[in-house]
């Protein structure tokens, strides 16, 4: 077997378990054959598939060469330096603005307002990208109905996103056999999850990614802060005390590592009776607009406490475009809101 052979040998080979073949996956480096040995590279990083793919060309090869030199391509690290939030890294130079979607409490409605924000601007033409940044807690996919997609890698070896309602979309509950398998993850492994996402999905060119975070003012909102230039964070917050307390650390904090805001969304503001027409402050009234009062950010609006909200939200069907023209319009006015008052590059 000459060299030409040998390689044409190999990439024909099939990965154990995967009906793809090494050309296909883009394993096979450098071969060369002298007398009766073989230099065989492979390009892979990992370890695992490293020692895969050895024994099965080990296998193959065994009676055609004396010696089999197979060896792992050394590839030049990722560059994992964390940047500064006062000088950030930019993991995602295909998005033109980063729009961070926060608040220092759960269960306030982050999730609900990011997906209906990043369809409202998809709504208007704009290439949207929606990252779910709540590792532990991943409702993006259930919110979008794309939680029975699984992952796939495209030929350039990049995770190709899911896709729906015009936006393109990761979740880390997309890369799990099932969507309600848990993470047991240190939090630097959440972290690490997260700069894969930005920087091997094959997002595309986008005009905006909208990243819903995960509650509270930690690690992750640290991280994203220092690896991505925001353009704008949106906090969510809910009328009561204990939720604007929240939200004041997140102001804070993000005021602390110079992060720009757009402004506060009140979410659960008020709630109509279907019945009365009566309207009730449940969480009392005005809390978001004192804090962004108090912090001089833009208060970006109201959105009700509504049951057809919970309901479309649960069934994957955006209240944003599926809602009724009053909630339609309450979310497409705080999308108005944000361009309004962010400065973004478009
Ligand atoms: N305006 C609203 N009216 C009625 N229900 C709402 C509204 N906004 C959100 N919800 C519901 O409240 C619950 C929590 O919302 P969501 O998951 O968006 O919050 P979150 O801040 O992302 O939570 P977490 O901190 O756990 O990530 C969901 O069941 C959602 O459907
Ligand atoms: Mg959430």
Redesign the pocket.
């Given at each position: 077997m000459n060299t030409k052979e040998l390689k044409t040998a190999l990439l024909q080979l099939k990965y154990p378990k995967i009906e793809r073949t090494l050309e296909e996956l883009k394993l096979i480096g450098e071969v060369k054959v002298s007398a009766k040995s073989a230099n065989i590279e492979l390009l892979t990083v990992s370890d695992d598939s490293y020692l895969s793919v050895k024994k099965l060309i080990e296998d193959r090869l065994e009676n055609e060469f004396e010696h089999l030199n197979i060896t792992k391509k050394s590839q030049a690290k990722k560059d994992m330096n964390y940047g500064s939030s006062m000088a950030p890294n930019n993991r995602a130079p295909y998005a033109k603005n980063v729009i961070a979607v926060t608040?220092g409490?759960?269960?306030?409605?982050?999730?609900?307002?990011s997906t209906n924000i990043a369809i409202g601007l998809a709504q208007l033409g704009y290439r949207v990208g929606l990252l779910d940044a709540?590792v532990y807690?991943p409702?993006i996919p259930r919110?979008t109905n794309t939680d029975l997609e699984r992952i796939s890698w495209n030929d350039e070896n990049k995770i190709v996103p899911a896709e729906n309602y015009g936006i393109k979309i990761m979740s880390v509950a997309l890369t799990t056999p099932k969507m309600d398998t848990p993470l047991v993850w240190r939090s630097s492994v959440a972290v690490s999850a997260l700069i894969q996402f930005l920087e091997d999905v094959a997002w595309g060119e986008l005009d905006f990614l909208v990243i819903?975070m995960?509650?509270g003012t930690g690690d992750v909102q640290l991280t994203m802060a220092q690896e991505l230039p925001i353009s704008a964070a949106v906090l969510?917050s809910t009328p009561q005390l204990v939720a604007t307390d929240d939200v004041s650390r997140a102001v804070m904090m993000f005021k602390d590592i110079n992060v720009k805001m757009a402004g506060i969304v009140e979410?659960?503001s008020y709630f109509i009776a279907p019945d009365t027409k009566h309207t009730y402050h449940i969480f009392g009234q005005g809390g978001g607009a004192k804090i962004a009062q108090k912090y001089n950010i833009p208060f970006l609006g109201e959105?009700?406490?509504?049951?057809q909200?919970?309901e479309n939200?649960?069934k994957g069907e955006p209240p944003v475009a599926l809602g009724t023209p009053e909630v339609q319009e309450c979310y497409k006015s705080v999308v108005q809101n944000i361009l309004q008052n962010a400065k973004f590059n478009l």
């Open positions: 608040s409490k759960g269960g306030v409605g982050k999730s609900t307002v709540d807690g409702n919110l819903d995960p509650p969510v979410n659960m959105i009700p406490l509504d049951m909200i919970r939200s649960d």
